[in-house]
């Protein structure tokens, strides 16, 4: 096939989809890219350099089809772009807005250096958005009957609902249990609007619900039913609970008011943007204050630049290592400055002082970076010296998530874990040392990526089938008593 349409880098210069002035992006909560038009989707695609062995594919954790679907769309054959694209990915259009494409397709593009990747995740984005806008995206129809067989599972986060789909188009009923009352997980209450908006996971959830699919909100297993009690109910079971146990800092007046977790913070304002009615919400609003967030990932990222949304009087992220250190996505920091966010690199919160019970300001340490730690990253040391007082009247506090004890709250003490709590599955089967228990996402992996959910739900779906499979010719071969 000729190549004549391709291999466009070096005459196009890598474009970006344009962003909204950071002045307009502060105003509201919408998606901060304006969409490709067309031309400008078709011009990118055409950069690629169709590498015989595409290192963009290698890394991307669902080894997306890449080059085939850029050269698709550079010929203008969008629809099969998509078909392509859809085929090993569950929600191409989610992962096109918030994969950290500098960390893995695009990082690892190979006209990066000296030209600029090419916008794969962009690409990605405009090809499934123009499928959902033109009909492309069909209805979910399972292509077998096996209604007999059912399957539960809990949590609705990427990884369950990745799951759900992948056995549903195989024909088992699917029961998803989730403690929140939308559907979405992290993509619905954790990550704001302003990366992905929610329309855009809604109408996801509506094409699972319309295939069939039972969405059963406001249950928590632990609460409503036991681990033993879905097993009853269900032919297999699949944990996606992901990992909601905040990470705590210890320091001198962290128990004031006003020193709060990321989450309660982030779900309370995407809460908000869906018009519920949140109790106590001045607790949880920035508007007005100075606000100082402690942590320096992908949570941290968004509870800046919400405090930006929110109408704070100063927002400073503290984060102990150096920008090159940092775990969050080069990309979202330099959307936060933009913004307005001062980062406070190489700094550690001392103590907090607090006036009448409320957070007024907290003292920073300065820090260094030493010898590396057994991660293979230079550890953070103080700087001698005295610390810095920075004002603050709300602190967010970012430091990350660790699973939660499933075995204790789902009744089940025999469910094993590792010694970081997450879930312990067989490589192969992700069956947990339970019959007919498997897990997936975040409490397997521990706090990791969306699009490795997405990954963990395709795997976990086929051994899951092939589990079912073997299950009901064993039940077929039992002699009827
Ligand atoms: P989750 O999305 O956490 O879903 C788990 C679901 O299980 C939840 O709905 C929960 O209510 C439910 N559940 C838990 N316990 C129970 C129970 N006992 N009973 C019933 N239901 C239960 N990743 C990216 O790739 N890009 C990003 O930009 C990005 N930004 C992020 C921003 C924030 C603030 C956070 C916290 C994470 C971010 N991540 C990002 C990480 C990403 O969201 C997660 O890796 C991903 O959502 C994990 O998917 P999951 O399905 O395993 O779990
Ligand atoms: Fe890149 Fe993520 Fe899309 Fe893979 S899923 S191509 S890593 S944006
Ligand atoms: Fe195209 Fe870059 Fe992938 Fe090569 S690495 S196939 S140039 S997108």
Redesign the pocket.
């Known amino acids: 096939m000729s190549n004549a349409i391709m291999l466009k880098f070096t005459q196009t210069a890598q474009a970006f989809p344009p962003k909204r002035g950071a002045a307009e992006r502060a105003d509201d909560f919408l998606e901060i890219a304006t969409p490709y038009i067309l031309a400008k989707a078709e011009e990118q695609a055409s950069r690629c350099s169709q590498c015989g062995v595409p290192f963009c594919q290698v890394h991307c954790p669902l080894h997306n089809n890449i080059p085939d679907w850029l050269r698709l769309t550079a010929e203008g054959r969008l629809e099969e772009a998509y078909e392509i694209s859809q085929a090993t990915s569950s929600m191409p259009e989610i992962?096109g807005r918030?994969?950290?494409q500098d960390r893995l397709c695009e990082g690892n593009c190979v006209i990066e250096k000296g030209f600029g990747s090419v916008t794969i995740g962009s690409v990605e984005k405009f090809i499934t958005d123009t499928a959902w806008d033109s009909g492309w995206v069909k209805p979910l129809v399972p292509l077998a009957d096996r209604s007999g067989q059912s399957v539960g599972i809990?949590?609705?986060?990427?990884?369950?609902?990745?799951a759900a789909e992948q056995l549903r188009i195989k024909g088992y009923d699917i029961h998803i249990?989730?403690?929140?009352d939308r559907?979405?997980?992290?993509?619905?209450?954790?990550?704001?609007n302003f990366?992905?908006e929610k329309q855009v996971v809604g109408r996801r959830i509506a094409r699972l619900e319309a295939g069939g699919i039972a969405f059963h909100n406001d249950?928590?297993?632990?609460?409503?039913a036991s681990l033993a009690e879905l097993r009853e109910r269900h032919d297999a079971v699949l944990i996606?609970?992901?990992?909601?146990q905040p990470r705590e800092l210890a320091a001198p007046g962290i128990e004031a008011n006003g020193v709060i977790a990321?989450?309660d913070y982030?779900v309370a304002s995407n809460r908000i943007g869906f018009g519920d009615e949140v109790r106590d919400f001045d607790a949880l609003n920035a508007e007005g204050r100075d606000v100082v967030v402690i942590g320096g990932?992908?949570?941290a990222?968004?509870?800046v630049r919400t405090a930006i949304r929110q109408g704070a009087t100063s927002v400073r992220c503290l984060y102990r290592r150096d920008r090159a250190n940092m775990p969050g996505?080069q990309r979202?920091v330099a959307h936060a400055e933009e913004e307005g966010v001062t980062f406070e690199w190489l700094s550690a919160p001392d103590s907090f002082d607090a006036d009448t019970g409320n957070v007024s300001s907290v003292n920073v340490a300065r820090m260094r970076l030493g010898a590396p730690d057994a991660s293979g990253r230079r550890a953070p040391e103080p700087e001698p010296g005295a610390p810095v007082v920075l004002p603050a009247t709300l602190v967010i506090k970012?430091l990350g998530?660790d699973p939660?004890p499933?075995p204790l709250?789902?009744g089940a003490p025999e469910l094993g874990v590792t010694r970081w709590g997450t879930l312990r599955v067989d490589n192969r089967s992700m069956q947990t040392n339970i019959d007919g228990v498997f897990a997936?996402?975040?409490?397997?992996?521990g706090?990791?990526?969306?699009?490795?959910?997405i990954r963990?739900?395709r795997d976990v779906a086929k051994s899951m089938h092939q589990h079912l499979v073997a299950k009901a010719r064993a039940a077929a071969r039992k002699p009827v008593a």
């Open positions: 992962c918030i994969c950290p809990i949590g609705a986060g990427p990884a369950g609902l990745t249990y989730d403690r929140y559907a979405g997980g992290l993509l619905t209450y954790g990550i704001p990366k992905l249950f928590e297993v632990g609460r409503d996606a609970t992901g990992v909601y990321a989450l982030l990932g992908d949570t990222m968004d509870c996505s979202e970012a998530f939660e499933l709250l789902f997936a996402g975040d409490i397997v992996r706090a990791s990526l969306v699009v490795w959910a963990d739900g």
